[in-house]
């Protein structure tokens, strides 16, 4: 995905004269042939996360799209206050795009590790949050975010993908496959594993490429078949006169339970149950592998299987 990133953004920064690359060290090497052509949009500021963002608000105050990148525990975490200040107060917009963010190098350790990046831009106001799950999925939400005017955006890139891609507008949830006893929704990188654990499961497959805005109506509309009975006798009702619940798995690259909120707002008139599944808060101090690290969390086809299971009751 950062290849892909590099390429698409060397091609519109061709293209565009308005959009301008803040960089902090981290892939300025994939930006040189840019920065030759470009060295007026395309500024390297050195190992100075916290000066980068400032460089960010202050490029779009002069009218530019500026588009900000590295690791993201030093994209989100380490200078949060000049993100929180120097866009959110200032009305400003950006498009920050991170890599390497849950645990996509392990032998960078925990300094660098972002799972918590998404959780912490929550307690911001409109920021929008991207999480491709495939390449050209990146190339697409990229090619959203460079057009969306002045808009907040963050896209949150990996080492992981599934197999192939799927089409993504920069909007909505995505059905991937329908069933009846409830509903899993699949995040980014995920999809896959998620399919794969699910496979003799009766449940919606929700596919979530772009997390926030939340997607509330797709959620319910989701939902509607097993409050409605399509999962067995009839109303609301189960064959033991208790009430119906909206069942819902979500399976996130970063820490667990980040999106259970959201969630559990879209379903605030409904009965419902939300499990959230993701990255643990407990440090993982073996550098390991990603492959690893994804079972460790339990978010390999035989973990995200048994928890997944196991909350349906099966």
């Known amino acids: 995905m950062r290849e892909r990133f590099v390429s698409f953004t060397t091609q519109q920064l061709d293209e565009d004269p308005r959009l301008a690359v803040a960089l902090a060290e981290i892939t300025m090497a994939g930006f040189r042939p840019a920065q030759e052509r470009h060295p007026d949009r395309v500024i390297n500021v050195g190992i100075r996360e916290q000066l980068l963002v400032g460089v960010g608000g202050g490029l779009a105050l002069t009218g530019l799209r500026p588009v900000v990148h590295t690791f993201a525990s030093f994209l989100v975490e380490r200078p949060f206050e000049q993100v929180k200040l120097d866009f959110g107060h200032q009305g400003t917009g950006a498009v920050l795009v991170s890599a390497s963010a849950s645990y996509d190098w392990p032998a960078g350790g925990f300094t660098h590790m972002a799972p918590g990046d998404v959780a912490l831009l929550d307690t911001l106001d409109g920021w929008t949050v991207h999480v491709p799950g495939h390449p050209d999925e990146a190339e697409a939400l990229l090619r959203h975010a460079y057009a969306a005017g002045d808009d907040k955006v963050y896209v949150r890139l990996s080492e992981q993908s599934n197999a192939a891609p799927r089409p993504v507008d920069g909007a909505g949830l995505l ?27 009766d449940v919606t497959v929700l596919y979530a490429t772009t997390v926030r805005p939340f997607d509330e109506a797709a959620l319910r509309a989701a939902v509607a078949p097993a409050l409605s009975g399509a999962a067995g006798g009839a109303g609301a009702s189960g064959p033991s006169g208790t009430v119906r619940s909206a069942d819902v798995v979500l399976v996130e690259p970063y820490l667990a339970g980040t999106s259970a909120g959201a ?17 643990g808060r407990a440090e993982l101090r073996r550098f390991g592998t990603i492959e690893e690290h994804t079972a460790a969390h339990g978010l390999d086809p035989r973990g995200l299987r048994e928890r997944i299971s196991s909350f349906f009751r099966w």
């Open 175 to 201: 059905t991937v496959r329908e069933g009846r006893a409830g509903v899993v929704v699949a995040v980014g990188p995920l999809l896959d594993n998620v399919l794969a654990a699910t496979e003799a499961m």
């Open 263 to 279: 969630a559990a707002a879209a379903l605030i008139e409904v009965p419902h149950r939300v499990l959230g599944l993701g990255v």
